[in-house]
């Protein structure tokens, strides 16, 4: 579909405006109800949307064995590596309910749409089901949100049915205006999931990031929250301002209330 940046620019200031007349310091309402499981006490409501993630420039074989083993004895949502380890993990989760999940074009997204779209099939031919997907930040910046919205559609496309395609909305990149402008990109194009991700923001993801973005797309998008979430009270937060899943890497320690 035609991308109309009017449209898009009327939004984003409607979007800013009520923010700014609605939004008070974050204090968690308390609605979210962990649940204890066994004699271990992790917090298993918390367990199934947390995204355990390792996709990193270290990692390992022996990393990803352990980060399965954790992601099936508390019940994540699912497995978070790096495309070479995506085979690896998809045989250690099978049958276990744990999904496998990877990145294309990561962290900077700025390949070209074939290179995605080729990334994100054998993601998918290897037994990855969800991917995450980085807009490309100069087209953007620049105001080129049609060539955004195709290499999405691109993506999603290839994608189909087989696999969750995850459109990033990188924090540490973007003013909060763009946030609104890729949020809504993604949502035009038809993407059904959103992370948002810290990136160099300094204070990580936090509630009031997932309020402004979820406040922008609606109640229907997923949202998922990676970065700076290291504790059970931050993931909580997030969760209660509108996030859906938390991608972290210690998230043994968020559901343990470490």
Do not use: W
Request: charged content about 20%; overall charge neutral; proline content about 3%.
């Amino acid at each position: 579909m035609d991308i109309d940046s009017s449209l898009i620019n009327s939004v984003v200031k409607e979007v800013i405006s009520n923010y700014i007349k609605q939004n008070r310091p974050f204090n968690s309402s308390g609605v979210y109800s962990s649940q204890q499981t066994g004699t271990e006490g992790y917090d298993k409501n918390l367990a199934k949307v947390m995204e355990h993630s390792m996709i990193r420039s270290d990692a390992t074989p022996a990393m990803v064995e352990q980060f399965c083993a954790e992601a099936i004895k508390y019940g994540f949502a699912n497995v978070s590596v790096p495309t070479c380890f995506v085979k690896m993990a998809s045989d250690l989760l099978r049958g276990t309910g744990v999904k496998t999940s990877s990145a294309v074009s990561f962290p900077f997204g700025n390949t070209t749409t074939r290179i995605k779209v080729e990334e994100t099939l054998e993601i998918i031919n290897h037994g990855g089901v969800e991917i995450d997907l980085p807009i490309n930040i100069g087209l953007l910046k620049s105001g080129d949100y049609q060539s955004i919205s195709s290499d999405i559609k691109s993506v999603l496309n290839a994608a189909g049915s087989r696999a969750l395609i995850k459109v990033v909305v990188d924090l540490g990149q973007l003013t909060r205006e763009e946030q609104i402008k890729a949020a809504l990109i993604a949502k035009m194009t038809g993407a059904s999931y959103l992370k948002v991700a810290a990136g160099s923001k300094p204070d990580g993801v936090t509630a009031d990031d997932i309020k402004l973005i979820r406040s922008a797309v609606g109640p229907d998008m997923g949202i998922k929250a990676d970065g700076g979430i290291r504790n059970h009270q931050r993931a909580v937060e997030v969760i209660e301002a509108g996030a859906t899943r938390i991608g972290a890497s210690g998230s043994v320690k968020i559901v343990t209330y470490a």
